[in-house]
């Protein structure tokens, strides 16, 4: 999901009324994605959230160092908006049955740990949410549903990484999803499978 920034208000209201009006823009921007890969699935179990960003709610972050900054005391929901960890409390409030939840910071190599993580989460949870969330000019909100059972795509870690494409913790997600095929994908000195789930044996 992209969302230039001048959007982002308009969306979130337009999707969730006023439901997430003091939440902050990376909050609300965190449920627009997570939301919509929700509503494309039906809905069941015990759910994990587990994404990632690396800068985090930074305008928000900005904000209150300029009330700082200005003398004058910083506001409660300024002070709400730069937790990253709203989103997932927001997303339970909203009656989805999030079991575990974590915000990282990566670095941008680093995503085959965050997909490693969630596909550990699958012990506990029947699906897990994961995504990857930016703050920019447009903002950035992608995310996907890995489930126990046979998903659409299924994926599985490579012993080689030799024929694997370089992919970045900002674009694996969106590769994958504009893949129609098998689609080999590496991060650091690891390397991840992504195919239709009957061409692979590990969902």
Do not use: K
């Amino acid at each position: 999901m992209r969302v230039p920034a001048a959007e982002l208000a308009p969306r979130s209201r337009e999707r969730f009324g006023g439901e997430l009006r003091r939440a902050g823009g990376y909050a609300q921007l965190c449920l627009l994605g997570a939301q919509a890969c929700l509503d494309a699935a039906p809905p069941r179990g015990l759910v994990g959230v587990l994404w990632s960003s690396s800068l985090g709610p930074v305008t928000a972050v900005r904000a209150v160092l300029a009330e700082a900054a200005s003398g004058e005391p910083v506001m409660p929901f300024s002070f709400v908006a730069i937790q990253p960890h709203l989103a997932a409390t927001v997303l339970a409030q909203r009656g989805v049955n999030v079991a575990r939840a974590a915000f990282v910071r990566i670095e941008d190599d680093a995503w085959p740990w965050l997909l490693e993580q969630a596909t550990s989460w699958l012990d506990t949870c029947e699906r897990v949410l994961l995504g990857r969330v930016e703050e920019g000019e447009v903002h950035q909100s992608d995310w996907c549903l890995l489930q126990r059972d046979r998903p659409g795509i299924a994926c599985e870690p490579l012993a080689e990484t030799g024929d694997a494409l370089r992919a970045t913790a900002q674009d694996w997600l969106a590769r994958v999803a504009a893949s129609p095929g098998s689609l080999a994908l590496r991060g650091g000195g690891e390397a991840w499978r992504f195919a239709a789930a009957a061409t692979t044996t590990r969902a």
